[in-house]
């Protein structure tokens, strides 16, 4: 095999490892920087999305999630990840578990945390092993900022990395947020790309409590140097009589 496509081998390695590993972007849709809320005990949502990207990479991925309380409120999804990368699909899960510290509030910042990995569903082996911290500063009722700090295993190449990111969402709307987000990993990789930043913006369109729909733009997203066009939906499941979520976080 020669140095060209061994390159191009570890480059879509670790974009998909880097990618279920970037928060299992259970929280926020397709987005990849975390808020530092949960939903309530109880609730449940679907998040799904594609994404295309310039140099024929495919993604296609689904998150159902729920709250439970087995000591604490925790966040608990299953990402499903189908993908084609340099023209080879592959399919991968990446469980994680999330519960909030401290809740957020305008003008102090809220913290949370969460844990997973990533694996083969064709091999069962595990890909990654990741843990981040996510804290969300709440400027207005109408505006936030989200700053994660993490670690990533990457385990198809035994290397540890640092994971980071800050967005901005901005609710301008009683319907419509813009969001824009900049993330990546920080360490040693034979392919640029990997540890370059990445960066994503878009709007999502919420007209009830239980739908919303996202229509994002990315730049190098799994690592890869492409730009993306992304188009994501959530379907929630909230507690009956409950307050919307729109009024517990000011976001939607």
């Known amino acids: 095999m020669g140095r060209a496509s061994q390159t191009a081998i570890t480059a879509a390695i670790a974009a998909l490892a880097a990618l279920a590993a970037q928060d299992a972007r259970a929280a926020n849709g397709a987005y990849a920087v975390d808020a530092a809320d949960i939903s309530e005990v109880g609730s449940c949502k679907v998040e799904s999305w594609m994404s295309a990207a310039t140099n024929t990479d495919v993604l296609a991925v689904a998150n159902p999630s729920c709250v439970v309380d087995p000591f604490r409120p925790v966040e608990l999804s299953m990402q499903t990840v189908r993908a084609r990368s340099d023209g080879d699909w592959s399919t991968t899960v990446a469980p994680k578990a999330k519960t909030n510290f401290i809740p957020t509030g305008i003008g102090r910042w809220g913290l949370s945390a969460y844990g997973g990995g990533s694996f083969d569903v064709m091999t069962g082996e595990a890909l990654s092993a990741f843990a981040v911290i996510p804290a969300t500063f709440r400027l207005s009722e109408t505006m936030r900022i989200n700053v994660n700090g993490g670690w990533l295993w990457d385990r198809t190449v035994d290397r540890h990395y640092l994971t980071y990111g800050v967005g901005f969402d901005w609710k301008f709307t009683d319907t419509l947020q813009w969001t824009i987000e900049a993330y990546g990993q920080a360490g040693a990789s034979e392919v640029a790309s990997v540890v370059q930043p990445r960066l994503q913006t878009g709007l999502r369109y919420r007209p009830n409590e239980i739908f919303s ?31 919307p979520e729109h009024r517990r976080t000011g976001h939607l």
């Open 213 to 243: 729909v996202d229509v994002i733009y990315g730049r190098n997203i799994t690592g890869e140097n492409a730009n993306w066009i992304t188009i994501g939906t959530t379907i929630r499941f909230p507690v009956r009589g409950s307050e």
